[in-house]
Nanobody, 115 residues
Framework: QVQLVESGGGLVQAGGSLRLSCAAS????????MGWARQVPGKQRESVAD???????SYADSVKGRFSISRDNAKRTVYLEMNSLKPEDTAVYYC?????????WGQGTQVTVSS
């Protein structure tokens, strides 16, 4: 049994910062790309940032320059540092990973940015 567990969401004022974490646990024999996506009610889930096991990163245009993704392979954990947050960043943020040769998702963590 494997799982991804997120933490770090919450309420923040516009211009503030939050750091999300996501740890993979269980019987893991392969962990490759990890990333974050977000979803607002009534809209499709959108990719926010991804990072390969080698550390190559990619970002959605809407978060470039404000968000930073990183990972600790020894801890099997991915992080999302979110700065200069805007009300439009409000969403449920989901961790995802190519884990044991399947794409898996965390349960999601709410991020709310007040204006």
């Amino acid at each position: 049994q494997v799982q991804l567990v997120e933490s770090g969401g919450g309420l923040v004022q516009a211009g503030g910062s939050l750091r999300l974490s996501c740890a993979a646990s269980g019987s893991i024999f392969s962990l490759d790309r990890m990333g974050w996506a977000r979803q607002v009610p009534g809209k499709q889930r959108e990719s926010v940032a991804d990072i390969t096991s080698g550390g190559s990163t990619s970002y959605a245009d809407s978060v470039k320059g404000r968000f930073s993704i990183s990972r600790d392979n020894a801890k099997r954990t991915v992080y999302l540092e979110m700065n200069s947050l805007k009300p439009e960043d409000t969403a449920v943020y989901y961790c995802n990973a190519y884990l044991n040769y399947r794409v898996r998702w965390g349960q999601g963590t709410q991020v709310t940015v007040s204006s």
